[in-house]
């Protein structure tokens, strides 16, 4: 009989890790977390610098959302939608004020970032049905056909969830493992990267991506076959790609010229994670459908689809024909709203871009003394070091195809994490440096330091 001190190889033992070959997961053992740390029971103390899979963006256990928690679970925890809670009331109110457009919106509350796509992705054929056949209403045999459009255009570089739905609009490897049963209707364009750019021989290679996809657009029927266009405002998982400038409001552009919806998915990028709640905050674009998930919850799993007063209208007669249990889980909207009074407090977003812009100069410096630094990009507290194997070829230490193989990527990963006490992911095409949003200046020269050692440990 196992004691309580060996619950990390019971779970060893019985937990499915994920996106891992299961004999390799040796779990680390945690007695607490605190701030940006996580304490081992072996009295290690160490960094996350990917946040919690980006889900803990005000670091762990902050103090105003644990009591938000804690109130509510003396009132109402769950019920379902045909009655209202205080919480889930404010919450949708709230997020349909500070998103870009009338607030006349609807939220949809669901518990991943993957079903808040979902969410989106039907929304946005069911509402381009509706615009179609303004009658007869959607019925229950509607979704059987589609003469009406249809295809949603993702990017190569994305991820949008791990469902069957989700990994099939996802331009990621992991869609691999969803093949041949990927969901169809769904076409890849190429993502906005200024340092390797499909379009680099053009003048304006951002008009040219822009051109692309009018081509991609008129070649896949038009308005009367594209419903939408799905885009993470800054592409996330494959990279950490701030767009270019203009080519968010050229994409809003092209999207209104064919009358095509655009969907943001926020889920990584939202919460604060840029320096504004939202990263199209920076860009001055208004989308049909946000999409935001993993640090919404703060502590709590909980993701929202939030439709434009457009599409929010069309389902005022028409049957909303998707939803789930849990949908607007009232402790987990209290814990939303705490995180959003401590996200939009006078002070906080300030200090987050503060902390930023000595984190940039910090990691700008640190890539000068090493040649293997493709590329230093990112916004807000949201970077990354690209590496690379020379500067002139750009040729990526890892390829796409090398996602799950052991690559000096992932040796670095191990060495951050046994020998600097700094948590990263393995998976990644660089070093991913996404720390809680109260990073303080002293940790990010702890991490910094850690990463500069590991980069000359092994000659990068
Ligand atoms: C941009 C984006 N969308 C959706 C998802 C899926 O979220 P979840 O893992 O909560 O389903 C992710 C997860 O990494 C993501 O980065």
Known sequence: METNDDF???????????????????????????????HTTDKRKIFDLRSAHECINLGFNHPQVIDAIRSQLDTVIYVTDDFATEPTAALSQRLATLTPGSPNKRVYFCNSGAAAVEAAVKAARMYKYCETFKSPKITLDAAAQYPYPYKIISRYKSWHGTTSGASSVSGDPRRWFQEPFTVPGVVFGPEANAFRSPFDDSPNPVQANLDYLDYIIENEGGNSKVAAMLIEPIVGSNGIIPPPKDYLLGLRTLCDRWGILLIADETMTGMGRTGEVLAIDHYGIEPDIIIMGKAIGAYCPLAAT?????????????????????????????????????????????????????????????????SAVGDTRGLGLFWTMELVTDHESKKPLRRTTEKYEKTIVSDLASYLLEKKNVYVPSDKFGIWVVPPLIVTREEIDFFVNGIDEALTHFGL
């Open 306 to 370: 939030i439709f434009s007063e457009k599409i929010s209208a069309c389902f005022d007669d028409n049957l909303f024909g998707h939803g789930q249990s849990h949908s607007g889980h009232a402790l987990a909207c209290a814990a939303g709203l705490a995180s959003l009074d401590v996200l939009q407090a006078p002070d906080f977003l300030p200090e987050v871009r503060k902390q930023a812009s000595y984190l940039e100069q910090q990691l700008r410096n640190l890539a000068a003394n090493h």
């Open 8 to 38: 990390a190889s019971i779970q060893a033992r019985h937990f499915m890790q994920c996106w891992g070959r299961q004999k390799d997961y040796q779990p680390i053992p945690v007695e607490k977390t605190e701030g940006c740390w996580i």
